[in-house]
């Protein structure tokens, strides 16, 4: 399993963002797709999930009704539509896959860093 994200920039509050990550290795059908944050010094901090066959998501409460995660299986993406950006959303942002049914994150792509001014 190999992800790569991109996407992130500079952007002001209220801005917007979308990132993507790409998808290559198997068949992820049984798997799910999720974004993650970290800053130093802080846990990595969920954001949201996609369960690649069905859609189901899950968001982080700080991220609800502003960000939205989604999945092109033609392009084998997994995306996060960020809107109304605040400066706590300033963060290196990860996309991550595990199974379904378990809890280990055992696959991650490399950071892309989202920087939000005020």
């Known amino acids: 399993v190999q992800l790569q994200a991109s996407g992130g920039g500079l952007v002001q509050t209220g801005g917007s963002l979308r990132l993507s990550c790409a998808l290559s290795?198997?068949?992820?059908?049984?798997?799910?797709l999720g974004w993650f944050r970290h800053n130093p010094g802080t846990e990595r901090e969920f954001v949201a999930s996609?369960?690649?066959?069905?859609?189901?998501?899950v968001y982080a409460d700080s991220v609800k009704d502003r960000f939205t995660i989604s999945g092109d299986k033609v392009k084998r993406t997994v995306n996060l539509q960020m809107n109304s950006l605040k400066p706590e959303d300033t963060a290196v942002y990860y996309c991550g896959a595990r199974i379904f049914a378990t809890s280990d994150w055992p696959f991650w792509g490399h950071g892309t860093l989202v920087t939000v001014s005020s």
């Open positions: 290795g198997r068949n992820f059908s049984r798997y799910i």
């Open positions: 996609l369960r690649w066959s069905g859609g189901r998501t």
